[in-house]
């Protein structure tokens, strides 16, 4: 957790546009500190998370909820847009979704050689 809160705050931080030594002084928490929490290197207290917070803007639980998020994403691995994830469908599911991949490939690859195709498949003589 203190990792994902780390990365929490330098991104608030490189959003705010603050540097390091800037955020120390308008949160209160001392400069080193800050680096060392950034880091990874020491553990953020609850009090100095309120002052961070205070300086971004945000409530503590939003620094913390942010946090999970990133512990969230760094668990289940990367998304591909569009695309159901495998682990996501059934057996059945699975080969239905592989046949309609096989199924589409054909089609535009048949109508990429063949400029009747689209015609024949929408019911017409394709002239």
Do not use: C
């Amino acid at each position: 957790m203190n990792e994902a809160t780390a990365k929490t705050i330098a991104s608030e931080r490189s959003a705010a546009g603050l540097t390091i030594k800037r955020l120390a002084e308008r949160s209160g928490v001392p400069e080193r500190t800050l680096i060392r929490i950034l880091k990874n290197e020491r553990d953020i207290k609850v009090t100095q998370l309120a002052q961070l917070a205070e300086v971004f803007g945000v409530y503590p639980h939003e620094l913390i909820q942010s946090a999970e998020a990133f512990i969230e994403r760094d668990q289940r691995g990367p998304v591909t847009l569009g695309e159901p994830q495998p682990s996501e469908l059934s057996e059945t599911d699975k080969t239905a979704y592989v046949l309609n991949k096989i199924g589409n490939h054909d089609v535009r690859l048949a109508a990429s050689h063949d400029p009747n195709k689209w015609a024949e498949a929408a019911g017409g003589d394709g002239r």
